[in-house]
């Protein structure tokens, strides 16, 4: 069964940068594409960014392009998440997920399936 | 960006009534439409994906319908653990969007 695993929670100062990580115990690590989905206290889910990691593929939401990178390690199945000039607006709860297709033909769709833990980032001084 | 607005925000029900909550797309998106549920403290789950197709081992009581710019998530006779908040999420393109969630709460 897949699992992803992701790393503690941080507490980081305005204007520094924080790296989430994300482990996937499945074994099918690279053959699916890993988002990352943010929540702030009390609001609803936020799309950053996706990686397909057996390709290197990237995708950034438009609001997070050039603060964010996302990366992957086939070696140790583990994708992250690299936040830079953190403000008090980025305390959020930062979610790994799988995009698992709904076929395996050409019109395949996908849905977030699994998801981390969560990983609770605060940003204060 | 695709915008998608959920209705209502909030709901009261008692347990064995029957609930819809309405999602709508600012554009045509087809049927890629993903419906999640949310526990406090937990991560969201899938319930429906492609707008009508039910996750293994989620109860039938849960439906989905629709396309194009209006769909619905219907759970025919609320159970005590289904009180949650409920989101819907377009798979159509980039960048993936949520509805603002609709927080399903006891009568």
């Known amino acids: 069964q897949v699992q992803l695993v992701q790393s503690g929670a941080e507490v980081k100062k305005p204007g520094s940068s924080v790296k989430v990580s994300c482990k996937d115990s499945?074994?099918?690590?690279?053959?699916?594409?890993i988002s990352w989905v943010r929540q702030a206290p009390g609001q609803g889910l936020e799309w950053m960014g996706v990686i397909i990691p057996k390709f290197g593929t990237l995708n950034y939401a438009q609001k997070f392009q050039g603060r964010v990178t996302i990366s992957a390690d086939k070696s140790t199945s583990t994708a992250y998440m690299e936040l830079n000039s953190l403000t008090s607006d980025d305390t959020a709860v930062y979610y790994c997920a799988r995009e698992k297709p709904t076929s395996s033909g050409p019109t395949s769709q996908h849905y977030f399936d699994p998801w981390g833990q969560g990983t609770l980032v605060t940003v204060s001084s | 960006d695709i915008q998608m607005t959920q209705s209502p925000s909030s709901l009261s029900a008692s347990v064995g009534d029957r609930v819809t909550i309405t999602c709508r797309a600012s554009?045509?998106?087809?049927?890629?439409l993903n419906w999640y549920q949310q526990k406090p403290g937990k991560a969201p789950k899938v319930l429906i994906y492609a707008a009508s197709s039910l996750q293994s081992g989620v109860p039938s009581r849960f439906s989905g319908s629709g396309s194009g710019t209006d769909f619905t998530l219907t759970i025919s006779s609320l159970q005590p653990e289904d009180f949650a908040t409920y989101y819907c999420?377009?798979?159509?393109?980039?960048?993936?969007?949520f509805g603002q969630g609709t927080k399903l709460e006891i009568k």
């Open positions: 999420q377009q798979s159509y393109s980039t960048p993936l969007t």
């Open positions: 499945g074994g099918t690590f690279g053959n699916n594409a």
């Open positions: 554009q045509s998106i087809s049927n890629f």
